[in-house]
């Protein structure tokens, strides 16, 4: 399947700092979503985009949705060292099929 | 709710040997299961669409001999390495499709813990 296009591809950051990560893509999703991956572990859902447009928080992190449904951003606000790990961005054609994965965005966070 | 688990977490075995992989939704029913492939520093792979009752679909330039997917319930779909190779190390996710579950009227695919495979 279709990659996504993801970047940055790493952020070294300060502790407090906030941070911005996008996902592009040449094709239309219907769903996007954003998950962390920590090492060794699965991807855990962060948050879930299902139209065109629309924003949405889960504590310090916000999501959109992009208009023309190519595209997504995620912030994280005053990050912290255990936001430490590998961000992926996934789209879905349509429900109940499987995602397309960004090649991730390794984050770091110094105290 | 929306929990996945899978067995064993991690696995070495000798070249030649087979090796099965479990994928369970614990609080959920789910008629679609996901299996990816991540190797170190990369992304995560689509291997196959697993169907309760029914046969895999399997994505281009994966061997449906080799990568055999059983999802014989709502709960539990089985992915299993034949005569693995040490080309075939790597870590093994899966995915459920999880429909209404916590009151939700969205559909959302949570994953595994994965499955660490090293073929000497």
């Known amino acids: 399947g279709q990659q996504l296009n993801q970047s940055p591809q790493s952020m070294f950051i300060q502790e407090g700092e906030d941070v911005s990560m996008n996902c592009t893509s040449s094709s239309i999703f219907n769903t996007w979503l954003w998950y962390k991956q920590d090492p060794g572990e699965g991807p855990v859902l962060l948050i879930a985009l299902y139209k065109a447009g629309e924003l949405t928080s889960n504590g310090r992190l916000t999501a959109q949705f992009g208009i023309t449904r190519k595209d997504s951003f995620l912030n994280i606000s005053a990050s912290i060292p255990s936001d430490v790990g590998i961000y992926f961005c996934a789209g879905q054609r349509r429900s109940g099929y499987a995602l397309n994965f960004g090649k991730g965005t390794s984050l770091l966070v110094t105290p | 709710g929306a929990v996945v688990s899978q067995h064993p977490s991690w696995v070495i075995c000798k070249s030649g040997t087979s090796v099965k992989i479990e994928c369970r939704s614990l609080d959920f029913q789910a008629t679609t299961m996901f299996w990816y492939r991540q190797f170190p520093k990369q992304s995560l792979m689509l291997m196959a669409t697993?169907?309760?009752?029914?046969?895999?679909?399997?994505e281009q330039g994966v061997e449906k001999d080799k990568f055999l997917i059983n999802h014989a319930s709502l709960t539990l779909s089985t992915l299993t390495v034949t005569s693995a190779h040490p080309e075939d190390s790597s870590f093994y996710i899966c995915?459920?499709?999880?429909?209404?579950?916590?009151?939700?009227?969205?559909?959302?695919?949570?994953f595994g813990p994965g499955t660490r495979l090293t073929v000497l």
């Open positions: 697993s169907n309760e009752g029914s046969k895999a679909t399997y």
């Open positions: 995915s459920a499709r999880a429909w209404g579950v916590a009151g939700a009227s969205t559909d959302t695919q949570y």
